[in-house]
């Protein structure tokens, strides 16, 4: 079974699947004389998002990844980002042909937060912000909302999957296989939440909710639990060479929660040419095949985003 990152995965991949979209409020105290304020300001400023020009003049493309977000993006040890984002900001960058540099940062309390850091602000504590974001939600009133990025290129549509033991349960009953036995979840997630309630609560008995994904998927995998609900990648990648031992079922959801959703890029407002630069470069890796590829070097199934 293949490793996870720590605990705070959890608020990350929680938060992918509620959208958390609550305001930000900034605030800034202004002291000493205007020249030393302008100096203060001008030394604190953050290497900019680029345009097009500017990127390949730099011969670099600055790839803001998340940290901690395996099979997607983490840090190993080295200090080397790996993970399927991670492989896709470079083979997108081979396409541009300039270099990558791949910055792998943690999650802030909502997404809007880390557009604001990554891309259109820069960190409070100083940094670049990139060129480029992956692995950004493509809801249409959150992309509203953020009119200082220009959100596009869509790469991938996650759903919430369910993977079954075929010989505790049947797989052709679905969820209501687990009215009966025993559901793994990560908690408070929105499979979490879906799987308490559903069906008017026809399986909250039979849930059984652990603190990571990983920790779900190791007492799926012993059978103390007959199956296991979360995102199909997460499953894929952690289930790893027993994926082939057990079945995953998408079923249909009768909910308002969100449990599908596709993931695209972020640039600034002003930076658009290079946004469509790496839509360009993304449609090339995609008729290749390799984009498929590097999904499937992490274990996990690529599912094209649906037309809008």
């Known amino acids: 079974m293949r490793k996870q990152g720590s605990p705070g995965t959890c608020h990350l991949r929680a938060r992918f ?5 609550a305001p930000y409020a900034l605030a800034r105290a202004v002291m000493g004389s205007l020249a030393l304020f302008a100096c203060l300001i001008s030394a604190a400023l953050p290497a900019l998002a680029r ?8 011969k670099v493309l600055r790839v803001i990844v998340y940290d901690d977000f395996a099979p997607f993006s983490w840090t190993e040890e080295s200090g080397t980002v790996k993970g399927i984002d991670a492989d896709i900001g470079r083979a997108v960058a081979k396409e541009l042909g300039v270099e990558a540099n791949i910055i792998a940062r943690i999650a802030g309390e909502e997404v809007d937060d880390d557009l604001r850091s990554n891309i259109w602000q820069g960190p409070r504590t100083g940094g670049p912000v990139g060129d480029v974001m992956l692995h ?3 809801e249409r009133e959150f992309i509203a909302r953020n009119n200082l990025v220009g959100i596009s290129n869509s790469y ?3 759903k919430v999957a369910v993977a079954v033991h075929r010989e505790m349960v049947d ?6 296989a687990f009215a009966k036995a025993k559901i793994a979840v990560q908690f408070s997630t929105a499979a979490h939440y879906y799987i308490m309630f559903a069906d008017d609560e026809a399986y909250k008995n039979q849930v059984q909710p652990y603190r990571t994904m990983q920790s779900a998927v190791e007492s799926f995998m012993s059978r103390e639990a007959a199956g296991i609900i979360g995102p199909r990648s997460e499953l894929e990648y952690l289930l790893g060479s027993k994926v082939g031992d ?5 079923p249909e959801y009768d909910t308002d929660i969100r449990m599908s959703w ?5 640039v600034k407002q002003d930076s658009r040419d290079t946004g469509y630069a790496i839509g360009r470069a993304l449609r090339t890796l995609e008729n290749s095949g390799k984009l498929d590829e590097i999904f499937k070097s992490y274990g996990v199934t690529r599912v094209p985003p649906p037309t809008p």
Do not use: C, F, N, Y
């Open 17 to 21: 699947q509620r959208w958390g979209l």
């Open 51 to 58: 345009p097009l020009d500017d990127v390949m003049q730099s």
């Open 136 to 138: 950004v939600p493509m």
């Open 156 to 158: 991938h549509h996650e």
């Open 171 to 176: 797989p052709a009953l679905a969820l209501k």
């Open 246 to 250: 057990v079945e995953i079922l998408e």
């Open 262 to 266: 596709t993931i695209g890029t972020a």
